[in-house]
Structures are given as C-alpha cells and as structure tokens.
C-alpha cells in the first residue's frame, strides 16, 4: 500500500472495517484528501470484503463525493430560483473562463480553485450569491466575483 494511502486505511480501522459505515468511511477520506481516489475506493472495497462497483455506486450516486481532486479554495455560485434570476449565471460563466474551465473540468490547472454550482444556499435576499471556501458573498456580480478570486490569487501567490 502506498504512503498515501496510510491515513485511508486507519480510518477504515477505526469503522472496524464494517460494510455498514461505508459512507462515513467514505466521507472521512474525502475530507483527508478533498477527493475519493481510485486507489482509495478500491482500497475502501477491498477491506470491507465489498465490490468496487458498489463503492463507485455509492460516489456516484451522492452529490457531495468527489472522485476529481478538488482545489485549495471552492467557489460555490448559487443557481437557486431566487439567484438565477437576478442573473447567478453570467457570475458562474465569467469564473468558469477566468479559470480556464472546459468540459466537464471544475477545478482550475493551477489546483488553486474548484468551481461547482448549488441548487441553493439559503440566502435568497442576498441574491445572487456565491461562497468561497464557505463564506457566503452577496449579491455579487461577474466583476466582483472575479475581484474576489484576484483576492485570493494574490494572497496565495504572496505565501
């Protein structure tokens, strides 16, 4: 086993290696490694005495798993009711060619950003809404979407 998975395989210890705590098992690596691995999923399957397409159904199947290695920082554009009509879409659109997005690719070259839409944030007289790494910015507009990712870029360049 690689030393990178190590982490993965304590926390299946620490479920028991129990078929029942798939998911918590599953959403612990996740949250050690942003992303589920293939090497971790199989990893998963193996130790549980389950199949590996049963682990990959279960990733696929639930919206929060992530089988891409996500970004340092994710940017979330609400795509609401609420948001979608005061205009979350044109925000979405500009971050996704300022990162250089194509396809089905949500995080940007560099690795510094993931961009993913939610159905809803909760904010709705905020709208349009979008949060980065969790913290909720309100009613936002493509320019200062892309300001606020400038921020950041900066910020991390200067580390």
Known sequence: MSSELTRA????????CQQSN??????????????LSEEAL?????????S???VYSVATFYENFSLEAKGRHIVKVCAGTACHVRKSQ????AIHDYLGLAGKKKTSAD???TLETVACLGACGLAPVMTIDGEVH??????????????IRKEESGK
Not at 9 to 16: A, C, L, T, V
Not at 139 to 150: N, W
């Open 90 to 93: 044109p925000i979405y659109d």
């Open 52 to 54: 590996t397409a049963k």
């Open 138 to 151: 309100a009613k936002m507009t493509p320019e200062a979407a892309l300001a606020l990712l400038e921020d």
């Open 22 to 35: 798939l998911i918590a098992i599953m959403q612990e690596i996740q949250g050690e490694y942003k992303y």
């Open 9 to 16: 395989n304590e926390i299946i210890d620490s479920y028991g």
């Open 42 to 50: 199989t990893l998963v399957a193996e130790k549980l005495g389950v």
């Open 111 to 113: 690795g510094l950003f």
